[in-house]
C-alpha cells in the first residue's frame, strides 16, 4: 500500500464565509422575496442518489487537494468543477469537541456552522457535487490520541509503532473493538453533521479486521451514507457488500499488466459494489503534469470501464502536499457554452477485436486504447470532433496508452448511440423514450427527438427509418428519389429535410412551396454515380463540361456542395473545396425538372446511397459558409 500524505498542514483552507449580517434595515418585501429563494432552494434538494445520477461526464473527483492551475480562480470555483471530493473534518472547517481529534464524538456548533455554509456554496456552484470526508483508522499523527491513549498499536515494548514515516504518523489498534466503535462514531457525527454524504477509509486491505471494522460503521450511519475505501488496484471481496466505492489510487501505470489490472478491478467494482456506486480512479504522472496522454488514457478508462471519477494529478513522492493537480480542457462537460461534450452514458462498453474500447454518451463516444495495443484508427461514418486534437474528420488515428472523446458535430441525428451506424441498438434507444415528452434542460430524450418537436412521436421515427443503414452492405436506402417540379419561382430556394417516410411528395421546408415528387422506381436527380468509373458527378444532361469527384467511401456520411457564382462552379467536401472551380454554364431556362440521384434522360446510371438534407440555394455561398454548413 502506497501511503498518502497528511492532508492537513499544506492542505486548501475552506472558502472565506460571509461577514455577519447586517440586513435589519431591509423592508418586508426585500426579506419576503430572500425567503422564498431559500425555501426554493431547500426545496429542490437532491439526494445522494440524484446527484450521481443527474451529473454529466466527464466527471473528475477532488483526493484532498484542488487543482492549482488555476491561480486567479476563486478557490470555490475551483473545488465545485470536480462532480465528488473529501477531506478530513478541518478541510470543511469542522472541529471535534476535544482536545484531540481522536476523542472527539461529535462537532462543536460554530464549525457546524461554518460547514453547513460551506457545503451550501459548494452545490450553489455544483448542484451534483458529492461530499466526503476521511475518517482516520489506521494512523494519525502523534496528537491525535494522548501518548498513553490504548487506542494505539505498541511493539513488545509498548512503544507506539511507526506508521506513515514521512509523515511522522503512528499506527492505530485498529483490530480493537472498543476502538472500531470510537471510528464508528466519528462515521455517523460526519453524516449526522450535514456537511458530507459518506465517508472515505484510506489503506485499505480486504482482513478480517478492517471487514468487521466497515461492518460496525455501516451498523452505525446506515445504508443511506456513502462509503468508500482506497484498494489501490486491489478488489475487495469480503468487504464489498458494505462499500459503495473503491478510490483507486493507482500508484503504478509503467507496464500494460498495471494497466489491465486496474481496468479489470475498476470492472469489478463497477459491477459488484453497494449502489449509487461512486468509484474514483487515480493515476500519477510519469514525467510532468502534460503526460497527456496518461490523463486521457486515466479519464477514458473510467469512462468506458465504470460510472464513476477520475483523477489524474502529482506522484506522492514528491515533496509537496498529496494529489495536487491541473484542471485540463479534457475534462470539461461543454465542448462550448450549452452544448454537452457526453452528457449521460447510453449503455456498456464495446470491446472490438483490436482491443479498443468504445463507449457510447448522449452526445459523443469515449475511446479507450490500452499500453501495448498500438496505434489504432477510427473511421466514423460522418465527421466528428477529436477532443485531443480539436480536429474534425471521418478517420482519427488513437495512440498506444492514449484514450479520446469523439464528439458528434450533428446532435440530435439518427445515429444515437454514436458509434458510427445507425441500426437496431439506435432503434432501442428511440423506442425507450417513445411517447415521451422532452426536456432540453435535463437533457432527457434529447437524442430521441429528432425532430425536436418536444415529444418523441412517429415523425422521429419516419426520419429514423429514412437514414437507418442497411447493416454493412455497400449500398444503403435512398433517403428520398425526387424531381422538384418544373414550375418554379424565379431566385427561389428549396430545403428537403426528407422526414415524410411515406408517400410521394417530399415537402420542401424553406417555406416557398416547391414540394418534390417521387418518381416511383425511376430513379431522378441530377447528382449520379456512374459516369467515369463510378465517380460522383455534378452535370447538365448533354452539356459540357461535368464536375467530377473520386467514388465516395462506404457507409460514411459525407457533406457535398456544388456552389455556382454564375461563371464557374466549385465542389465542397465536408466544408472543403475539391480541385479548382470549373467554368460551367446552366444553359437557357426552361420547363424540364432538376433531378438528383440519376442522369436525368430515363434514370441511369442512379446514385446508390443515401441523401438527406437537401438544399437549393438562391444565392451563391461562400467557402466559410460552407464549411459553417458542413458542421452541423
Known amino acids: 500500500m502506497v501511503p498518502d500524505r497528511t492532508r492537513t498542514a499544506k492542505a486548501y483552507p475552506p472558502c472565506a464565509m460571509s461577514a455577519p449580517s447586517r440586513f435589519k434595515a431591509l423592508s418586508i418585501g426585500c426579506l419576503t422575496g430572500l425567503l422564498f429563494c431559500l425555501l426554493a432552494r431547500v426545496s429542490h434538494a437532491q439526494t445522494i442518489q440524484e446527484r450521481v445520477a443527474n451529473r454529466n461526464f466527464p466527471s473528475v473527483f477532488q483526493a484532498w487537494n484542488r487543482a ?329 488515428v488513437l495512440n498506444d496508452e492514449d484514450g479520446d472523446i469523439y464528439v458528434s458535430l450533428w446532435p440530435g441525428d439518427a445515429d444515437l448511440n454514436h458509434d458510427g451506424g445507425v441500426d437496431l441498438v439506435d432503434f432501442a434507444w428511440l423506442a425507450r423514450s417513445w411517447r415521451a415528452r422532452c426536456n432540453y434542460r435535463t437533457g432527457w430524450c434529447s437524442g430521441s427527438d429528432l425532430d425536436r418537436s418536444g415529444t418523441v412521436d412517429a415523425r422521429d421515427l419516419s426520419r429514423f427509418a429514412l437514414v437507418q443503414v442497411v447493416g454493412d452492405q455497400p449500398e444503403v436506402r435512398l433517403v428520398g428519389v425526387a424531381a422538384l417540379p418544373s414550375a418554379h419561382t424565379a431566385g427561389s430556394s428549396a430545403h428537403y429535410p426528407m422526414n415524410e417516410g411515406a408517400g410521394r411528395t417530399v415537402g420542401d421546408a424553406s417555406g416557398n412551396g416547391h414540394d418534390a415528387i417521387i418518381n416511383g422506381t425511376s430513379i431522378r436527380w441530377q447528382v449520379s454515380i456512374g459516369r467515369d468509373n463510378n465517380n460522383l458527378s455534378f452535370s447538365r444532361y448533354g452539356a459540357s463540361p461535368w464536375l467530377g469527384w473520386r467514388r465516395p467511401p462506404i457507409g460514411q456520411w459525407q457533406h457535398v456542395a456544388f456552389a455556382f457564382d454564375g461563371t464557374v462552379v466549385t465542389m465542397y467536401l465536408n466544408g472543403q473545396p475539391v480541385g479548382a472551380g470549373v467554368p460551367f454554364s446552366l444553359g437557357p431556362c426552361g420547363d424540364a425538372p432538376l433531378v438528383l440521384g440519376a442522369i436525368a434522360q430515363g434514370g441511369v446510371q442512379p446514385f446508390h446511397g443515401a441523401l438527406d438534407e437537401v438544399r437549393l440555394c438562391d444565392k451563391t455561398l461562400s467557402a466559410p459558409e460552407i464549411l459553417t454548413r458542413a458542421g452541423r
Open 68 to 396: 492549482d492551475n488555476l491561480p486567479g480562480e476563486d478557490p470555490a470555483v475551483t473545488t465545485a468543477r470536480h462532480d465528488l471530493m473529501w477531506h478530513v473534518a478541518g478541510g470543511y472547517g469542522l472541529r471535534w469537541n476535544a482536545a484531540h481529534d481522536g476523542l472527539g464524538v461529535s462537532f462543536t456548533a460554530s464549525s457546524l456552522a461554518s460547514g453547513r455554509s460551506y457545503r451550501q456554496n459548494l452545490l450553489s456552484r455544483n448542484p451534483n457535487m458529492v461530499l466526503l470526508m476521511e475518517i482516520r483508522y489506521r494512523d494519525a499523527p502523534g496528537d491525535y490520541l494522548p501518548v498513553d491513549s490504548p487506542w494505539w498499536m505498541r511493539d513488545a515494548a509498548g512503544n507506539r509503532k511507526p506508521g506513515w514515516a514521512e509523515g511522522g504518523y503512528y499506527l492505530l489498534n485498529y483490530p480493537s473493538a472498543a476502538f472500531q466503535a470510537q471510528v464508528a462514531t466519528q462515521c455517523k457525527a460526519a453524516v449526522d453533521s450535514g456537511v458530507v454524504d459518506g465517508v472515505l477509509l484510506d489503506w485499505w486491505n480486504d482482513d478480517n479486521d478492517r471487514l468487521n471494522l466497515v461492518r460496525t460503521v455501516r451498523n452505525a450511519i446506515g445504508y443511506g451514507p456513502l462509503i468508500i475505501v482506497n484498494s489501490n488496484q486491489r478488489k475487495v471481496p469480503n468487504t464489498a457488500r458494505y462499500v459503495n466505492g473503491l478510490f483507486m489510487e493507482v500508484y503504478k501505470t509503467g507496464t500494460a499488466q498495471d494497466w489491465r489490472e486496474a481496468a479489470d478491478t475498476l470492472s469489478w467494482a463497477q459491477e459488484q459494489l453497494l449502489e449509487p456506486r461512486v468509484n474514483c480512479l487515480e493515476t500519477w504522472f510519469h514525467q510532468s503534469r502534460q503526460d497527456l496522454h496518461l490523463m486521457r488514457a486515466t479519464t477514458t478508462l473510467s469512462l468506458t470501464h465504470s460510472n464513476g471519477y477520475c483523477l489524474f494529478s502529482d506522484p506522492n513522492p514528491l515533496p509537496v502536499p498529496d494529489h495536487l493537480h491541473n484542471w485540463y480542457p479534457f475534462w470539461d462537460k461543454e465542448i462550448q457554452p450549452g452544448r454537452l461534450k457526453l452528457g449521460k452514458p447510453l449503455g456498456a462498453r464495446t470491446v472490438w477485436q483490436d482491443k479498443l474500447v468504445t463507449r457510447a454518451f448522449e452526445y459523443g463516444m469515449a475511446a479507450y486504447n490500452a499500453k501495448g495495443n498500438g496505434p489504432l484508427t477510427l473511421r466514423f461514418r460522418r465527421p466528428v470532433l477529436s477532443t485531443a486534437t480539436g480536429q474534425a474528420a471521418l478517420r482519427h
